[in-house]
């Protein structure tokens, strides 16, 4: 009985190192951020109507993010579309918009300690991009009428776990 339930102590440990996160930005991550903001309401209700529609006649906004210290190579994509008045996440993951439209895309990035402040609610993206926290470009007249579910985008490296290492890419 003993050597059966230290077997499974040992099975159990294995699968537990297994199962690590995908580093924070990497491409497995934005997929699983891209789900979680398909979940949230403020995200795919709030900006259907005083976001979305600056989209350039495209259909969708582009949001490229990333962590400073890893460096601008190591940046992910999300691709946000508005269908049946909800903004959903389309696409994460590798880049696959390499020019951004700054007057209705966005790119955004922090150093993996400033994301992780602000993923844990510490504050928000006024208080992020006032203190240049979060360095950010795109329309930010835009981004000041939606601090409401801004706020829930920049909790979204709280919600979705990633590791501390740099995205391999």
């Not at 993951?93 to 209705?104: R, S």
């Not at 208080?127 to 579910?149: N, T």
């Amino acid at each position: 009985m003993r050597v059966t339930t230290l077997a499974l102590v040992g099975l159990a440990s294995l699968a537990a190192s297994n199962t690590q996160a995908a580093p924070l930005m990497s491409n497995e991550w934005a997929q699983q951020a891209c789900t979680y903001w398909n979940t949230n309401h403020a995200l795919t209700n709030e900006l259907a109507v005083k976001w979305a529609p600056n989209d350039g006649g495209r259909g969708y906004k582009v949001i490229h993010m990333y962590r400073t210290d890893c460096g601008e190579a190591s940046k992910v994509e999300m691709t946000i579309s508005t269908k049946g008045g909800k903004t959903t996440c389309v696409y994460a993951g590798p880049i696959q918009h390499a020019t951004l439209n700054y007057d209705m895309d966005y790119k955004m990035h922090a150093e993996t300690k400033r994301w992780r402040e602000m993923g844990a609610g510490e504050y928000g993206p006024m208080r992020a991009m006032m203190f240049g926290r979060l360095k950010f470009d795109g329309p930010k007249g835009e981004a000041m009428r939606v601090m409401g579910p801004f706020e829930q985008f920049l909790l979204i490296p709280g919600k979705v776990h990633g590791d501390d290492a740099c995205p391999a890419k």
